[in-house]
Structures are given as structure tokens and as C-alpha cells.
């Protein structure tokens, strides 16, 4: 997801639960394999081992 954020276009992350809820949000400047591992790494620790990890990319 694109958001913009002072004229510039970034990068949202997001991992949601089961229900819909926003667990963990992330911005980055670029969208690549190095900031999506960041993200993974940093939902992981706070909320633990998910059952399933499912990728919406466009």
C-alpha cells in the first residue's frame, strides 16, 4: 500500500489478524526483500509464531 507522507510516496506495511484488527504497521522509503524481512522480524517478536502468513502483492 502507498501512502504520502510530506509530498513523497512510501511504502506501508501491515500485519493484520484473523479478524481485521491492525497488529503492526511499518513505513519504509523503498519496497524490497531487506525491509519486508525487517517487518516480518519486528511483527514476530512482538506478537509471536503465526499459524499462516499470507502476502497481498500487487
Keep these: 500500500m502507498f501512502v504520502k507522507i510530506n509530498g513523497e510516496m512510501r511504502y506501508l506495511w501491515r500485519a493484520i489478524d484473523h479478524e481485521g484488527e491492525v497488529l503492526e504497521s511499518y513505513v519504509s522509503t523503498t519496497r524490497d526483500k531487506a525491509e519486508a524481512l525487517k517487518f ?7 506478537h509471536g509464531r503465526p499459524k499462516a502468513i499470507v502476502a497481498d502483492v500487487n
Excluded at 516480518?40 to 512482538?46: E, F, P, V
Design 40 to 46: 516480518i522480524k519486528k511483527a514476530l517478536k512482538r
